[in-house]
C-alpha cells in the first residue's frame, strides 16, 4: 500500500460524509505523516491505541565483519526506528 493509496482510502471514508475533497484528504494524510516524522526525529514514542508503538533507539558503536572478505569493520553508532504492533493488531493478522 502507498501513500497515495492510504488517500484514497481516507478519501473514500470522508466521501460518505460529503464534507471534504480529495485535496483535504490528501493534506490529512500528509499532515499526520510529517507530525509522526517530526515526533520521531526528537526521539518521542508513538503510540497508536489498537495498532502498535514506533520507537527511535539508540544502537551504539559495534564490532562487524565484511561477509566478502571476512575482515573486521567498526559500524557506527546510530538510531533505528523499530515498531512493535499491539496484540489488537497481532490478533487481527493470526486469525
Do not use: H
Amino acid at each position: 500500500m502507498t501513500k497515495a493509496d492510504i488517500v484514497e482510502a481516507v478519501y473514500a471514508r470522508l466521501r460518505e460524509q460529503g464534507a471534504y475533497s480529495k485535496r483535504d484528504a490528501a493534506e490529512i494524510v500528509e499532515s499526520v505523516f510529517e507530525t509522526m516524522k517530526d515526533a520521531l526525529g526528537s526521539g518521542e514514542k508513538i503510540k497508536v491505541s489498537g495498532f502498535g508503538n514506533f520507537v527511535v533507539r539508540e544502537k551504539s558503536e559495534r564490532v562487524g565483519r565484511n561477509p566478502q572478505t571476512g575482515t573486521q569493520i567498526m559500524i557506527s553508532a546510530r538510531r533505528v526506528l523499530t515498531f512493535k504492533p499491539s496484540q489488537v493488531l497481532k490478533n487481527l493478522l493470526n486469525g
